[in-house]
């Protein structure tokens, strides 16, 4: 058996033990040994099996699993492959923190069960051989996260949210199914092999891809479709949240991949699916990345930046599938790459972030934003941790982050000029779009890293948080040092992801990312573009060394002093710039499309002038909840409402119905 | 001389005449308003005597307060290193093309919010707050001007760009015209010049990127200062690299360096006399107007990329 395949089978299976062992354990420490131990041991097996998958390549096997005419097929081809990568790259250094995250957790049965069975369900979608491992799997995975999102069932939001989210899972696995269903009734089998041969028209090809589109676009939480993701993700615990945005969301980047591209693949393409999945990523990531900005909520907030990373994403994939249809595989292939490496950057970043999030909120108890401040004092690593990832979210060289979102930028600039008026225009709009969304994405955090971490203390809790432990430390530190290294060596990164273009595209950028070295990124060639992260880290080392080297006076210490307050003498916390203050110019500018419900109180003593107490409230409502979520959820009520009274008749209604029904099938079918 | 020491040289070079183009904005202004000015060497002499000064910090700031005058200053630094103001061909701008240029900058002012916001006066919150706002609507229109020029040339290296407008007649090119308004409206913004910002004022209310460096002192504040100016002469070199790169040097002889660098001096200096023009007539704008400049900034590059689908590609 193949090296690949014997790794991630063993992965799952580690993962499997570990909810078995959960059962059979007992005692606090033990359990929780138990479960860390197994995730990671599965993170690292997951891997190995990513790593062995690109470069020595995958296999197939049938498991002696599933029913008896219908067995189970496991493969690790070279997209199932980096898949388990990002799933390893993530899951390795969760299962290190969540030793220490857990310590003080009271009630950790669901999380030991549900947590490891959520790992195989993400696993076994990116192994499954045939659909209906595919959707066995896909169901794990949602099943066991709403029992994850629900932990602390106790707070009726965290009820709802669970609920709203096994509901929009539910919707998404249903389109999913519908979409395995439409290539099943061309293919005859629910074997992927078989599917990725047949040949489908291109009505029925655009059915199932509009199907996959909508499911998988659920799940990723894109706009407008993210409405529950807000909601579930900051509810959960946070070393889950870190694994559902981080890994969760990729998941369903890889399921559309998967259908799109690899079972029906670039010949099945039309150019409105590039088009479609152009323009969804482009308003994913401006909507996600504004509302962000407005929320004070710091797990929402990162929710919310979930939405415009998978956004991001897309405006890859779309880019390429464009890009594909229009017969320009070495471009797609940039494109591909492009988004594969956003995916790979955003889990290692965002489930950083969550972690972070996770220890602010282990340490001081709340996650809004207004009641922190100063903890870069309390808590030194964390915020270290906390800001490298910033920084890389920022797309600010020399991180990951802006690897990515340059070869984005590469990619829309190199493509040649294709198709009609529409297409003209989306391409380069496509791109503004990113830059915007950049951009706020860096004042964002700006904001989350200057409300949380600096400035003054804005509660007791916050003034004595304490720093997290050393096993947190280290789950934290892993991801961090991958976003260096992701961002200052995309030369040996690129080239074994090139599998993947490989396999869907038959094109390969091996050779043209490194053509001049090892140090310089060339997506196509040196003439077009090149970037070299280390060398810019180099200089700025060398430059920003010699400056402090020169500048700084040895042996004495700075000055330090009161902050000047304008003579004003009792400053306090409460007077600085807090979430709300800092993203009003954004909420003023933009809000046409936010809609801010803002309402000041202004209590007046006897004299109309003299004001005692003013008070300001802002809501800011998420527009798809609000126009898409509330009045589906009216209308099935109403339907409901209907059907209900229609129970409540004599039996004379029923006969009429009866009798009417017989009519029309009769007018139909005779 | 390789091309390498040439590449050092006019980095140092842009480096160190950044404080005398802040010079001459400033007297060209006191000119025009009827007053002598401080001369044009003053910029030198306040940095001499900012680093001299002894650094004082407020009791509660953090290592991002500290350090960010550096991060700043080199991130700077590294972004106008990129920029040749003189011979085209430089092999620095292989490490970094437009794009990276515009993130380094980012990456210089992300910092610099943030130590506005580590001491905790409202101040400093509130220039972090508006200066990120603005640059957050100016960076997308900065990008879409420079990918109007990158798309003509099918690059994003400096070196390639320069080489192509150098090569291809001005008139086949309508959608320059756009993406030259827009950068320069884009550059007075990112620098803090009126009517966005005036540099010269610490009036409260209307202030951006005063309010972040009001904390600092000494050598961290001269950093930050030198940084700013520098950032000036990068816009303008830029502009001026982009849109009129006639006479920079194609080949690394010294008759050519020497002429290159004359017109260099001499295009910047017309571009600071404008500068001093523009700032003397027109008031600054209110602060939420603002955004709608830095929107048609970013609409008029945005009609210059459609411009050059539409007229150029396929010509």
């Known amino acids: 058996m193949n090296p690949a395949l014997i790794l991630a089978l063993s992965a799952c299976g580690a993962a499997l033990l570990a909810t078995c062992s959960a059962l059979v354990l007992r005692g606090q420490t033990a359990q929780r040994i138990s479960l860390s131990l197994l995730l990671s041991i599965s993170g690292l097996l997951a891997i190995g099996a990513g790593f062995s998958g690109l470069i020595v390549g995958g296999g197939a096997v049938t498991l002696p699993l599933g029913l008896p005419w219908l067995p189970l097929h496991a493969e690790v081809d070279a997209l199932g492959a980096f898949f388990m990568l990002v799933i390893g790259a993530l899951l390795f250094p969760v299962a290190i923190y969540t030793y220490g995250y857990l310590r003080h957790e009271e009630r950790m049965t669901p999380l030991l069960v549900f947590m490891p069975l959520f790992a195989l369900g993400m696993m076994g979608v990116v192994l499954a051989g045939d659909a209906l491992a595919f959707m066995l799997f896909w169901e794990l995975m949602s099943v066991s996260s709403y029992f994850l999102v629900t932990h602390e069932h106790q707070h009726l939001e965290n009820r709802k949210a669970g609920f709203i989210y096994l509901l929009m899972a539910h919707m998404a696995g249903l389109l999913i199914l519908g979409s395995f269903a439409t290539l099943y009734a061309v293919a005859g089998s629910f074997d992927f092999s078989v599917m990725r041969e047949a040949e489908i028209s291109p009505f029925w090809a655009s059915i199932a891809f509009l199907l996959a589109a909508f499911g998988f676009g659920i799940k990723a939480g894109v706009v407008p479709l993210h409405g529950w993701l807000p909601d579930a993700h900051p509810v959960a615990p946070s070393n889950v949240s870190a694994l559902m945005s981080g890994i969760m969301l990729k998941v369903a980047i890889f399921g559309f991949i998967r259908v799109v591209w690899d079972l029906m693949g670039p010949g099945d393409f039309q150019d409105w699916w590039g088009i479609l999945v152009l323009a969804a990523g482009s308003s994913s990531a401006v909507t996600g990345v504004l509302l962000a900005l407005q929320q004070h909520d710091l797990k929402r907030l990162l929710a919310y930046h979930s939405v415009e990373n998978i956004g991001i994403i897309l405006i890859g994939i779309g880019l390429a599938m464009l890009l594909a249809h229009f017969g320009h595989p070495m471009l797609a292939a940039l494109g591909l790459i492009a988004g594969l490496y956003h995916t790979i950057n955003h889990a290692i970043f965002k489930g950083l972030l969550f972690m972070g999030a996770g220890a602010v909120l282990h340490s001081i108890g709340t996650r809004d934003m207004e009641s922190m401040g100063g903890l870069i004092h309390r808590m030194p690593s964390t915020a270290f941790f906390f800001l490298v990832a910033a920084v890389s979210i920022s797309a600010l060289p020399p991180f990951n982050g802006f690897v990515s979102e340059w070869l984005i930028f590469q990619t829309a600039l190199l493509a040649p000029q294709m198709g009609g008026a529409l297409l003209m225009a989306i391409v380069p709009f496509s791109a503004a779009m990113l830059a915007l969304a950049g951009a706020l994405a860096a004042t964002c955090f700006v904001k989350v890293f200057g409300v949380v971490f600096l400035g003054h203390a804005r509660s007791d809790a916050a003034e004595n948080a304490q720093e997290v432990d050393g096993w947190m430390k280290t789950g934290m530190a892993i991801p961090a040092l991958f976003c260096l290294l992701l961002g200052l060596l995309p030369v040996f990164f690129v080239p074994l992801m090139d599998a993947v273009p490989q396999a869907l595209l038959h094109a390969s950028l091996a050779d043209s990312v490194r053509a001049y070295g090892w140090l310089w990124l060339t997506p196509v060639d040196v003439v077009h573009a090149s970037y070299s992260a280390p060398l810019a880290l180099i200089g700025m080392l060398i430059v920003g060394g010699l400056a402090f080297w020169w500048l700084h006076p040895k042996g004495t210490v700075i000055r330090r002093s009161r902050m000047w307050s304008c003579g004003h003498p009792h400053l306090n916390p409460r007077m600085q710039y807090n979430a709300t203050s800092f993203s009003q110019p954004l909420r003023r500018i933009f809000s046409g499309v936010l809609q801010p419900e803002e309402h000041v109180h202004v209590e007046r003593s006897a004299h109309k002038l003299l004001t005692t107490k003013v008070r300001y409230v802002v809501h800011v409502g998420d527009m798809a909840v609000k126009h898409l979520y509330q009045p589906v959820g009216r209308l099935t009520l109403n339907m409901a409402r209907w059907l209900n009274k229609q129970h409540q008749h004599g039996i004379h209604t029923y006969l009429t119905w009866t009798f009417v029904t017989v009519l029309l099938l009769l007018a139909m079918f005779a | ?315």
């Not at chain 2, 409260?204 to 904390?215: D, R």
């Not at chain 2, 970013?298 to 050059?308: E, K, S």
């Open chain 2, 1 to 315: 001389m390789s091309s390498f020491a040439i590449q050092l040289l006019q980095a140092i070079l842009l480096v160190l005449v950044a404080p005398l183009a802040v010079g001459f904005v400033a007297t060209c202004k006191a000119r025009l308003q009827n007053r002598r000015g401080a001369g044009v060497l003053q910029p030198y002499r306040d940095l001499r005597k900012l680093f001299a000064k002894e650094v004082v910090m407020a009791a509660h700031a953090s290592w991002i307060f500290r350090f960010a005058p550096y991060i700043v200053f080199t991130a700077t630094i590294m972004a106008a290193s990129v920029i040749p103001p003189l011979l085209v061909d430089t092999p620095l701008s292989l490490t970094a093309d437009v794009i990276a240029l515009v993130a380094l900058l980012a990456l210089a002012r992300f910092f610099l919010a943030l130590a506005g916001m580590d001491i905790g006066t409202v101040f400093g919150g509130m220039g972090a707050s508006r200066e990120m706002t603005f640059s957050a609507l100016a960076e997308p229109a900065m990008l879409m001007s420079v990918f109007v020029l990158s798309l003509g040339a099918h690059s994003t290296n400096l070196t390639t760009m320069i080489t192509h407008t150098l090569n291809t007649p001005m008139m086949m090119q309508p959608s320059l015209a756009f993406a030259l308004a827009a950068m320069v409206m884009v550059a007075i913004a990112e620098n803090g010049r009126i009517p966005i910002d005036n540099p010269s004022t610490h009036l409260e209310l209307t202030m951006i990127h005063e309010a972040m460096l009001l904390e600092y002192s000494g050598r961290h504040l001269a950093l930050m200062e030198w940084a700013a100016q520098i950032k000036l002469v990068l816009f303008a070199t830029l502009l001026v690299d982009l849109f009129v790169p006639w006479g920079i040097a194609v080949a690394a002889d010294a008759a050519g360096l020497l002429l290159a660098l004359l017109f260099w001096l001499l295009k910047l200096m017309l571009l600071f006399v404008l500068l001093a023009i523009a700032e003397t007539g027109l008031a600054k704008l209110r602060l939420f107007e603002v955004p709608e400049y830095l929107s048609a900034a970013f609409v008029l590059a945005f009609l210059g990329l459609i411009t050059h689908y539409m007229l150029e590609v396929g010509v």
